[in-house]
């Protein structure tokens, strides 16, 4: 599976952002995630979605804020984000894991494919 995120951009504090990413292979048998990485931070995970999508996965920090979702027929995930704020600003990465038994990993090690990053920077 190749992954390619795009949607980062510059914002206001409180504004939206809809991140994509795009996947080639067998995308609807893997689960997704996105993570993000803040400069001099270690990679935290963000949200995760299961292969059919009926399971959702949030860190607190993006609980009720933050929506992840899927296209299985467009082979796409995305990462609805509203009210952002400065704390958000990080490069944001997405994942995908075929594991069988998926619980919504929050763990970089068992995902096994990652897209490049893309930046949200978010302005006070």
């Known amino acids: 599976v190749q992954l390619q995120a795009s949607g980062g951009g510059l914002v206001q504090a409180g504004g939206s952002l809809r991140l994509s990413c795009a996947a080639s292979g067998r995308f609807s048998r893997h689960n997704m995630g996105w993570f993000r990485q803040a400069p001099g931070k270690e990679r935290e995970f963000v949200a995760a979605?299961?292969?059919?999508?009926?399971?959702?996965y949030y860190a607190d920090s993006v609980k009720g804020r933050f929506t992840i979702s899927r296209d299985n027929a467009k082979n796409t995930v995305y990462l609805q984000m509203n009210g952002l704020s400065a704390d958000d600003t990080a490069v944001y990465y997405c994942a995908a894991t075929p594991e069988t038994y998926y619980t919504g990993s929050q763990q970089v090690g068992n995902y096994d494919y990652w897209g490049q990053g893309t930046q949200v920077t978010v302005s006070s």
């Open positions: 979605i299961s292969m059919s999508g009926r399971r959702t």
